[in-house]
């Protein structure tokens, strides 16, 4: 390889034949990069879903029964199934209010992981498509609800194509359309139904021999509501609390608020646990390359003894290190976007937040940047500790000394 490339194969040469300096840096960028690449996705995850789901939901408030806000995120959010019903006619006093443009009622239930209900434990929303502003809206132009009771909806991590049956309930349905991943398991992992399909899914399951289902008719799990342009959402939010007070009327901003407070904390930790990654990748790969080298002094001395100057012999190790930096950096980065992908479903039940990894921009991220400053820290560092120990005669080199 020397002979054909000259003194950049031998320096490749030189570079292969060293396992143990390969690996110990490479693992070490790879574990930093990994740690950082986590952080600038879960923050930049994070912002992406919450901006989405907000943005999805196309309502100014949402009526919840005062008290579910706990199982209210784990459905939002986490896709859980959730049961809860609103007090009886609270509908018809929110549709009669001036300033109410449009209530979209929906119903939280349960597909139990059981023989009634092919798909596991999903969350099932059912919805009136004639007053719906939240999920139809989103679906791609050519897609329509066919009449009838047998179509459905499916979110974008319930792994049914359109067309595909699955049956609820002693009921078997079709699905019209998956929904584009948001990153809120209550759009991703959740089958929404129109009402009159719950209607015959109701009635069919008493007759099967398996799980009954009961659906609270006038009692829905949240309203979703949308204001005339003049109106204040958190003066009618306070209005409607004051008038119904077995009802939490939460403004769409207040619903993601804690989402943004964590946000806010986890950007307060990111600078000082960039800095101190960076710290000891800095001071690590350069102890681990300055120990390597210096142990390896006579390959120096070859080099410069073939006449390789110390400038070209810096440019080449500097290069070295670039590559292998900007190489353990992607792999991190990498490794850190599959594992998050993976554990997405998982972190936003325990976490409580919203998030979406498979749709993030890298360059929007500015990961990339942060590959190619690193590794051209760990390039100038290399440079740095190639010219301390080329300050000796090439004679001395080649003796170790």
């Avoid at 609820?168 to 991703?188: C, I, P, Q, W």
């Avoid at 009327?249 to 990111?270: C, D, H, S, W, Y």
């Amino acid at each position: 390889m020397s002979e054909r490339f000259g003194l950049a194969g031998l320096a490749l040469r030189m570079t292969v034949r060293a396992p143990l300096k390969l690996f110990a840096t490479g693992f070490l960028l790879v574990l930093v990069s990994f740690l950082l690449a986590s952080v600038v996705l879960l923050r930049s995850g994070i912002e992406e879903a919450t901006a989405r789901g907000a943005k999805r939901l196309g309502a100014d408030l949402m009526v919840v029964p005062r008290g579910a806000e706990v199982p209210l995120g784990a459905g939002l959010f986490g896709g859980v199934p959730v049961r809860f019903s609103l007090p009886e006619g609270i509908e018809r006093s929110i549709v009669a209010m001036p300033g109410v443009r449009q209530v979209a009622p929906q119903y939280f239930l349960s597909s139990a992981p059981a023989s009634c209900c092919e798909a596991g434990n999903l969350l099932l929303v059912g919805f009136d498509p004639s007053r719906d502003f939240t999920v139809l809206p989103w679906l791609s132009p050519v897609v329509r609800l066919k009449e009838g009771k047998e179509s459905i909806l499916v979110g974008g991590s319930v792994m049914k194509a359109p067309g595909a049956a699955m049956r609820f309930y002693n009921h078997t349905f079709t699905v019209a359309a998956r929904l584009e991943k948001s990153g809120m398991g209550y759009f991703d992992n959740a089958v929404f139904i129109p009402l009159d399909g719950v209607s015959v899914m109701e009635r069919s399951s008493k007759g099967g021999g398996g799980v009954s289902l009961r659906v609270p008719w006038g009692y829905p799990s949240i309203l979703l509501v949308r204001l005339a342009p003049s109106v204040i959402p958190q003066d009618m939010a306070s209005l409607l609390e004051r008038q119904h007070p077995g009802i939490k009327v939460l403004t769409i901003p207040g619903l993601f608020r804690e989402n943004r407070l964590r946000m806010e904390k986890l950007a307060r930790g990111q600078l000082p646990l960039a800095a101190a990654a960076w710290l000891f990748a800095v001071l690590a790969g350069g102890a681990l390359q300055f120990l390597y080298w210096r142990e390896h002094r006579p390959s120096l001395g070859l080099l410069h003894s073939f006449g390789c100057g110390k400038g070209v012999i810096m440019l080449l190790f500097g290069a070295e290190a670039f590559i292998l930096s900007l190489a353990g950096m992607v792999a991190g980065s990498a490794g850190a976007f599959f594992v998050l992908r993976l554990f997405a479903s998982y972190f936003a039940v325990t976490a409580g937040m919203p998030l979406l990894i498979g749709g993030l921009d890298l360059a929007l991220s500015g990961l990339p940047w942060l590959w190619l400053v690193f590794a051209g820290t760990m390039a100038v560092e290399a440079v740095i500790i190639m010219f301390l120990l080329l300050r000796r005669e090439p004679a001395d080199l080649l003796r170790g000394v």
